[in-house]
C-alpha cells in the first residue's frame, strides 16, 4: 500500500508540474493576443519615456533576431530540448531541496512552448516589451521565463547544490554499486 500511495503522490507531482506549465503557457499567449491587438500596427506604448516601451515586433528569428527565417530549425531543436529536459527532470529526485529545478524546468518549457506554439502557429514570435535607454533586443513573456530560468540554474548550481546533489540526478556509472 506504501508503494502505491508514493506512486500516486509521484504521479500528483508530475500532474501538478504540467499545469503549472499550462498556466505559464497561457499567460505568455495572452499577452502576445493583447500585443497583436494593441500594438500592431502602432508606434507602440511610452511606459516610461525613452526607457521602457511596449513596441510590437514580429521575430522571424531567434534572440536578438539571429537566425531569420530558420523556423523550421527552431521547431526541431525545441522539441528535442524538451525531450532531453524532460527526461532530465524526471530523474531529480522528490526531496524539497529539488524544488527549485523543478522551477526552473516548468519555467524553461514554459518559454520554450509558447514561443514555439508562435512559430508553428504564426510563423514568427510575437515580441513587445523595449528597454529602450540600452537598445536591449524586443522581447516577450515566454523570453522571460527562459532568462529567469537560466539565471536561476546558474545561481544554484554556484551557490544552493553541491556535486552530490547532481550526482542524485546524473550518477556516475564507474562508482555504482
Known amino acids: 500500500h506504501v508503494r502505491v500511495i508514493c506512486r500516486l503522490m ?5 500532474i501538478r508540474i504540467y499545469i503549472y506549465i499550462i498556466g505559464l503557457i497561457l499567460i505568455d499567449q495572452l499577452s502576445k493576443v493583447w500585443a497583436l491587438s494593441a500594438l ?8 516610461i519615456p525613452n ?16 537566425l531569420q527565417d530558420h523556423q523550421i530549425f527552431f521547431v ?16 531529480i529526485p522528490q526531496p524539497k531541496k529539488y524544488i527549485p529545478l523543478r522551477i526552473s524546468y516548468a519555467l524553461i518549457m514554459a518559454g520554450a512552448f509558447g ?22 533586443p524586443i522581447f516577450n513573456v515566454a523570453d522571460i521565463y527562459v532568462t529567469v530560468a537560466a539565471f536561476m540554474f546558474i545561481i544554484l548550481g554556484l551557490f544552493y547544490y553541491k556535486e552530490e546533489d547532481f550526482s542524485l540526478i546524473f550518477p556516475d556509472k564507474k562508482h555504482e554499486n
Open 115 to 136: 514561443n514555439l506554439i508562435d512559430r508553428v502557429f504564426r510563423g514568427y514570435v510575437v515580441d513587445f516589451f523595449y528597454f529602450s535607454l540600452i537598445n536591449f
Open 51 to 66: 526607457v521602457f516601451e511596449l513596441s510590437y515586433l514580429e521575430n522571424r528569428g531567434a534572440a536578438f533576431g539571429i
Open 76 to 91: 526541431l531543436i525545441t522539441v528535442a530540448a524538451a525531450v532531453i529536459l524532460t527526461w532530465i527532470y524526471r530523474r
Open 10 to 14: 509521484f504521479i500528483q507531482k508530475q
Open 40 to 47: 500592431r500596427g502602432t508606434e507602440g506604448i511610452a511606459v
